[in-house]
């Protein structure tokens, strides 16, 4: 917790200044909080009043830490400087609700400084945050003097053998000790490896192997080099994404791990879920994972209270969107921090019709498509799914919560096993989860990627369909689905039949306590209602308004010309101002009253 850290740090140094404890915890959050000048800045001064005061030196640990942050620009050889990781440059802000795991990779890391090689792999869904917590592993252990090597593995690159073990390979070359590899190590690596030949341009060619023997050298190739590296400094590699890796890196990293048993050294391998059903006893990467004998982090989504205040970090000092835009965002990012900041991106630049909002919003049509950035997240999973499959994904996007009535999926033609078939996928593609025996998307990026992966003509009709399936099976349950009714209706552009269901959805969902529904439904709704409709949606917008504390919001949708209303509305409408009045004064809403008619 950097922000903890730093409030004891600054609290020790007031008590002594001249701690070396204080001004290492300081110097550690300014680092890891990006700021580099001034953790620099902060550490020579309290090293000038030490020397002043007391003729001391700091220790070796703290002037290491601090001599990292000033070579942070210098790119070791041989490694480009956009693969380059230092203390800095991996750091997220932004770190919330793994705190616990964090522990677990710093006391992991902590024993790789005594000398004791550890493994760690790091699972979970897309955009949990796996590799925000391996990058700030990676950056405390650049700030405590180790080696850090990362590699990131990509679904383009399976199909060319060694290609990631090549990429790593390249890393640790760049690293301090690497010369220290016997020269027959480095001629096998020179093999798959072009950086290695353009570091040391006199190495002799190997003699030509089968491909059996060839692995084999390598794997004792690439473990002297580890060997070497980590000699000189403790060493951390990360391999992210390692279930996107080549079965010939993969094969061959295992058996490197397997040999190096005793060397200063930290593996971690992040990877989708270990729990997804998808894997085969015969894939490599499962055997890797599972033979592999590490410490697993399985990273689970974000509690509330952790997404609330990733939310309150992530607006920074963008205005307050108020509860039911938060409520929007927090419901539809369900605890995945990376679709948390994709949605608020989302509402900064779109507004109301960012993707949170559209989702549920009262819209005959969303207008626009979810952003480049969260398209990316799931596109390719929806695109490459059996037809089948992806047809019933796009139905539940359609359905949302009534997703698992499968009865539904009969409108189209889906029999019950088919859709059953096709739901185990999709949870096995981690686009559904099971919330304790109840399917739902795993976030509205998810879902909207689902959603716009249809014509808008053919969701026009699923929504049509629905609404009418609804309807002739609503029964006693009508009320309680009137908001349900109308969003299908205005979907499916019959919007004079949603207005009624719309208006008698929200008097609903106010007399049972949920405001932020009926606020949501009725300001996006508001633009289909005419005549006497728009005149009752105004006034129980200005009620669920004023039952969040709106207060001003309220009055300015009252201003409407009270001839307009008939007698019970106008009375209505008086009771609400004179609320509103209570509580913000009669200045002030006389004020907004003038302000808005104007």
């Not at 995945?336 to 549920?360: F, K, M, Y």
Request: proline share 5%; aromatic share 4%.
């Amino acid at each position: 917790d950097l922000r903890r850290l730093w409030a004891l740090g600054n609290q020790l140094q007031r008590l002594t200044p001249l701690s070396e404890v204080a001004a290492s915890a300081l110097l550690e959050a300014q680092a890891m909080s990006n700021d580099r000048l001034g953790a620099l800045v902060s550490y020579d001064r309290w090293r000038d009043n030490l020397a002043e005061e007391l003729g001391a030196v700091p220790s070796q640990s703290i002037e290491r830490m601090a001599n990292t942050l000033r070579q942070r620009d210098l790119v070791p050889l041989g490694q480009p400087p956009a693969q380059q990781r230092t203390a800095t440059s991996a750091v997220h802000t932004q770190f919330v609700g793994r705190h616990d795991s964090f522990e677990q990779c710093y006391r992991a890391w902590q024993n790789v400084r005594h000398g004791n090689a550890q493994r760690l792999i790091i699972d979970g869904e897309d955009g949990i945050g796996k590799t925000a917590l391996a990058e700030r592993v990676l950056a405390v252990a650049s700030l405590e003097g180790g080696h850090i090597a990362y590699t990131e593995c990509y679904m383009m690159g399976r199909e060319l053998p060694f290609n990631t073990l090549s990429t790593l390979i390249t890393q640790l070359i760049g690293l301090a000790g690497s010369s220290a590899t016997p020269p027959e190590a480095l001629t096998i690596l020179g093999e798959i490896s072009q950086t290695v030949r353009q570091r040391w341009p006199h190495l002799p060619y190997s003699t030509p192997s089968d491909g059996n023997n060839l692995t084999l050298r390598l794997v004792d190739s690439v473990a002297a080099l580890i060997a070497a590296v980590s000699d000189e400094r403790p060493l951390v590699i990360v391999i992210d994404d390692v279930h996107l890796a080549d079965t010939a890196s993969l094969t061959a990293y295992y058996a490197v791990l397997n040999r190096i048993a005793s060397s200063a050294f930290l593996s971690i391998l992040t990877c989708e879920s270990l729990t997804s059903s998808h894997r085969h006893l015969e894939d490599p990467c499962s055997v890797l994972l599972t033979d592999l004998r590490a410490i697993s982090l399985s990273l689970a989504p974000l509690s509330p209270p952790e997404s609330s205040e990733l939310l309150d970090t992530l607006l920074g000092d963008t205005s307050d969107p108020g509860p039911t835009v938060r409520r929007a965002i927090l419901t539809g990012g369900a605890g995945n921090p990376l679709a948390l900041r994709l949605l608020v991106a989302d509402w900064c630049d779109q507004g109301a019709d960012s993707l949170a909002i559209a989702t549920r919003a009262m819209l005959p049509a969303v207008r626009t498509k979810a952003a480049y950035s969260q398209r990316s997240l799931v596109a390719d999973k929806v695109r490459y799914l059996p037809p089948d499959v992806r047809a019933v994904a796009q139905l539940c996007a359609v359905l949302g919560a009534r997703l698992q009535d499968l009865s539904l999926f009969e409108l189209v033609d889906l029999s019950p096993p088919k859709v059953i078939r096709a739901m185990a996928q999709l949870i096995e593609q981690q686009l559904l989860r099971d919330t304790g025996g109840q399917l739902t998307f795993v976030n509205d990026v998810v879902r909207g990627e689902c959603y716009h992966s249809m014509s808008a003509s053919l969701r026009q009709i699923l929504h049509s369909l629905v609404a009418d399936h609804i309807l002739s099976h609503a029964g006693n349950a009508l009320p309680s689905l009137q908001l349900e009714i109308a969003w299908h209706l205005v979907r499916a552009q019959r919007l004079e039949e949603a207005a009624p269901h719309l208006i008698a959805g929200g008097r609903n969902s106010i007399q049972k306590g949920a405001p932020h529904e009926a606020e949501l439904a009725l300001s996006t709704g508001y633009q289909i209602l005419t005549g006497r409709e728009q005149r009752v949606g105004a006034l129980q917008l200005a009620e669920a308004l004023q039952e969040l504390g709106r207060w001003e919001e309220s009055v300015r949708v009252l201003v409407v010309p009270a001839s307009s209303f008939d007698q019970n509305e106008a009375c209505l409408r008086e009771v609400l101002v004179a609320t509103a009045q209570r509580w913000m004064g009669d200045t002030t809403t006389d004020r907004l009253i003038a302000s808005t008619s104007a």
